[in-house]
């Protein structure tokens, strides 16, 4: 029959393994939301980006239109500088046509940086869809991967806890309850190794008695964070 260091030992190996276990296989859905929640991103960014497009192609629209009207109208003007009666008609004529001009310059100047935001916007497009569709290649690829992994860590789960039904039968019948209340709620920190005269869970250093009690095959609880102590062999 295992003694109680032994039983501790192999009790504590267990439960780090399901511990490990199960933070994989909540750790997989996290990731996978995760993922999902980049693509979901992405694919917002990519509605943003055409909403702007669409935006800038209107206003690019507009001063064209804007600035075609304005050539017509400077059009004009130049007509009726050739017919004036009178060099006063003239003079207001030539001032309108100038003040014009600079209206066209400055139309032609913001028509320009709308095309070139147009076209910044566009080149956006292609890189947004590749990162979308790479997002969307690594979901799948570690999706079908972690189910093929859980599938194997469940069915080792099961069995380490087989395991561990089977280990918690070989502890005294005076600290089994003690130790279900512990594991209960501390996990695989219900129990911990004594290393170089020190409780690995809290580091605190134990007395002698406490060490002569583990020798003996006392079950021991560290004075400090209440873990049930056990040395290697």
């Known amino acids: 029959m295992a003694s109680v260091t032994e039983s501790l030992k192999i009790l504590h190996d267990i439960h780090l393994q399901l511990e490990g276990i199960r933070e994989e296989l909540v750790k997989g859905p996290r990731v996978i939301q995760a993922r999902q929640r980049r693509i979901e991103q992405k694919e917002q960014e990519l509605l943003g980006a055409q909403e702007q497009l669409k ?12 600035l075609k009207t304005l050539e017509k ?29 600079m209206a066209k310059s400055v139309l032609e100047d913001e028509t320009l940086e709308l095309f070139e935001k147009v076209d910044e916007i566009s080149a956006t497009f292609p890189v947004i869809t590749r990162e979308i569709q790479q997002a969307q290649d690594e979901l799948k690829q570690y999706t079908t991967k972690f189910e093929s992994q859980a599938v194997e860590l469940r069915s080792k789960a099961a069995q380490l806890e087989h395991d561990l039904a089977a280990a918690e039968k070989t502890l005294p019948s005076e600290a089994a309850e003690k130790y279900r209340r512990l594991v209960h709620s501390r ?22 008695q406490q060490k002569i009690q583990i020798k003996t095959g006392t079950i021991v609880f560290c004075s400090n964070c209440g873990s049930m102590l056990y040395q290697e062999n």
């Open 187 to 208: 996990g695989a920190r219900a129990l911990a190794l004594v290393d170089n005269s020190a409780c690995c869970n809290c580091f605190v250093q134990l007395t002698s």
């Open 73 to 101: 109208k400077l059009e004009d003007l130049k007509g009726k500088l050739n017919t004036a009666s009178s060099n006063r008609e003239f003079d207001i004529i030539r001032g309108q046509l100038q003040a014009d001009e």
């Open 55 to 66: 935006q800038a192609r209107l206003a690019s629209d507009r001063k064209s239109l804007d």
